[in-house]
């Protein structure tokens, strides 16, 4: 007979660092996104590929990481959840070096592919332990915990802008980020919780289909992170040659839809306690649509401007809690979080190509109307979302929560 392992419970102190040290680690974890995607131009350069080549190879990031997030389920399982964050952690702050070494188009595809898989694997052992802190202080953290992310990328994609107007090597200058990113990494993963499966606990498939539950929780990540990637990439655009803007005013759009995505993941939190995650989430989706009508139907770039900051709003705090959902969704939380985060990604991946070739086919406006759609698609779907407001006040899940190691780091 095996004997199934209690559910340690900690005091509101330990937990409380453990929220600390896991905020620090998604602030590395966006700081590495930052910090890269200031550096693209000078890659391309370096490689010398055209911008139909370096639209190939920025594909395989999502590739990698669809293709090895399943992995990561496996990885904690076996080293517990703070030894297998670090060593991940570490995988993906090194991995920021590999894109400007690439002397070529192959190489690039290739270090673009390991750096996707790093980021994919660290994003869901991060998410995982997130949701288990989330559950233990028994209130919602998600959307702060990804409004940190947004941090982090916003301070790396600063030191990127600083590096790139000194002309400095993208090789030195993602060297020396990824060092300093790593050891801060490694102290944030000191602090954090150390999961470990039970004894009797089979391991998981290295690769296995979502199950069922993420399918439909991802869905309404999918609405919410296409009409993100729309609204990033294409909003200057359309203020641009839809609306007539000057090219200040069509700028200021993109700024706008981020500023408000980072404000309201970072209150999120305290209105997901308020009203839960199945309101938060419709609210949001009410925002999110009125947004995209205020962008099709607007007779003037200040009311599109506008559009586009309701839909940042709108959107902002949905991925968090499709996390947080599929954190409490069945037995194995890893691998309902690794099929939701394949779902945003798969959706971030298509969005910016989609809108374009519907605008090609048809138009700009047309397109917005399809992000205007998805945007609804958050209203109709926000009850598969409950599973987000199930949390236990001072304690442990119930059910088959993983067990906490009495050992240090």
């Known amino acids: 007979m095996t004997t199934v392992p209690t559910v340690t419970v900690f005091g509101t102190e330990r937990i409380r660092r453990a929220r600390y040290a896991v905020a620090a680690v998604f602030t590395v974890h966006g700081a590495v996104t930052g910090s890269f995607a200031t550096r693209v131009p000078w890659i391309q350069d370096h490689t010398s590929v055209s911008a139909g080549q370096l639209g190939l190879a920025l594909a395989f990031p999502a590739i990698g990481a669809s293709l090895a997030m399943p992995l990561a389920g496996r990885v904690s399982h076996r080293f517990g959840s703070r030894t297998a964050l670090r060593g991940l952690l570490v995988l993906w702050t090194l991995s920021l070096i590999l894109p400007a070494l690439s002397p070529n188009l192959p190489t690039l595809c290739a270090a673009l592919f390991v750096y996707g898989a790093s980021a994919g694997m660290s994003d869901v052992a991060m998410n995982a332990l997130g949701v288990d802190v989330e559950d233990r202080l028994g209130k919602s953290i998600m959307s702060g915990l990804h409004g940190m992310w947004s941090v982090g990328a916003l301070l790396g994609s600063v030191g990127g802008t600083v590096a790139a107007h000194l002309d400095t090597d993208a090789r030195l200058h993602h060297t020396v980020v990824a060092l300093v990113l790593t050891a801060l990494g490694l102290a944030a993963c000191r602090g954090v919780l150390d999961l470990r ?20 929780i991802g869905a309404v990540g999918f609405c919410a992170v296409f009409a993100e990637g729309a609204s990033m990439d294409w909003s200057a655009v359309y203020l641009r040659d839809v609306m007539g803007g000057s090219a200040g005013l ?6 706008a839809f981020a500023l408000t995505m980072a404000i309201a993941r970072i209150a999120g939190d305290r209105v997901v306690d308020r009203f839960g995650a199945v309101r938060t989430v419709r609210g949001s989706g009410v925002l999110a649509t ?51 985060a394949t779902i945003t990604y798969t959706s971030g991946l298509i969005a910016p190509s989609a809108i374009g070739s519907l605008a090609e086919a048809t138009s700009l406006l047309v397109s917005f109307g399809l992000v205007t759609v998805l945007a609804f698609g958050l209203v109709v779907g926000a009850g598969v979302l409950r599973g987000g407001d199930r949390t236990v006040a001072g304690g442990a899940v119930p059910g088959p929560a993983p067990a906490e190691s009495p050992t240090g780091s």
Not at 197 to 216: C, G, H, I, M, Q
């Open 250 to 255: 069509a700028a200021a759009s993109t700024t």
């Open 290 to 340: 009125a947004g995209g009508l205020l962008v099709v139907l607007a007779p003037n770039t200040a009311l599109a401007l506008c559009g586009f900051g309701l839909l940042g709003l709108g959107v902002a705090v949905v991925v968090p809690l499709a996390f947080a959902a599929a954190g409490h969704s069945g037995d194995n939380p890893s691998r309902a979080i690794a099929g939701v």
């Open 197 to 216: 499966s039970r004894p009797d606990e089979e391991p998981p498939p290295r690769f296995t289909l979502p199950p069922k539950s993420a399918l439909v």
